[in-house]
């Protein structure tokens, strides 16, 4: 467990910002264990943890991240297709981002949703009905889908403008909410310290592929925002509950990667696990209470219809391809879990 702990805090430090935050919560952990564990086991420890790290951030190293900082990302200015939102009008967001080397996909493109729907001007066109559901909706929503597109929101990129001053506001990212819902269920269900490794590097992996797919196809069939299309066609006074994240709309990116993420939870801590979810209480917003992670999924997928930021056949399709990518990562991983719940399994069938 020490070991594990030493290979965590290392690779963390190397991939994050605020390295400070990660040295100011290591020291004291440190000092109490170097007191309470015999010599030779915190060394042996930490020289094998710190082994472990560098080998995975060598790996990393080469997965592709790094390879693409310097890529740019060229408009098509072409009917239909995605162009900078307001207030910002900020550069797309990793369009790149399918040539990360993905952890259990065989290609960024192995569960590609249908076909985006076509942009369509004639009024009767069924994109055209998918554009007026988002205004008309927008237009009626009640204080709890408020509620909801509010506490799913997850936009790390808000830009707030007072007069000729902008300044982004911070808030946690969908992978880091679902995280927080990681550390919750492992808090809850009392487990043990592997079971929790486990938990974080399952749902980590399902949420690292399913952006991988999701983003694949982003900037594939680069889709138009619904606010771009209400300004122009509707109301060009119109604007979403939610800012428009700096990306193309198809398929939704919470659909996605919340899908996947509570099919791994799910296999680990079973279908009907009720919690209340706080993640977002630091943020400002209330908690919200779930029967399952199954549910937790759902609300998040539908929020971003309430938010308008997404037509309702992104959220479908996201849906089906976070199912995809969250089945093949249970099927993909085999941890010592795994095994238990399979040896289970076989013998509750045995006893039948």
Known sequence: SLAAVFAFNTVSKALIFSEDKMLAFEEPMYDSLRRTTPKDIYHNSQEYGESVARAILAWAHEDGYRQTRGFKYSLLNEPGKWSPTPPAYMDAIEPHWNEIRPFTLDSAAQFAPAVAPSFDLDPESKFQKEVREVYEISQNLSEEQQNIAAFWDCNPYVMNTVGHVMYATKKITPGGHWMGIAQIAAKNSNADFATTAEAYAR????????????????????????ETVINTLIDDNWAPLLQTPPFPEYPSGHSVISTAAAITLTDLFGDNFAFEDDTEVKYGLPSRSFTSFKQAAEEAAISRLYGGIHFMPAIEQGVLEGQAVGQHVVKKITTRANKENEQLSSNIRASE
Do not use: Y
């Open 203 to 226: 749902t980590s992996v399902a949420l690292a592929d399913a952006f991988i797919s999701c983003w694949d196809e982003k900037f594939r069939s680069n889709v138009i925002r619904p």
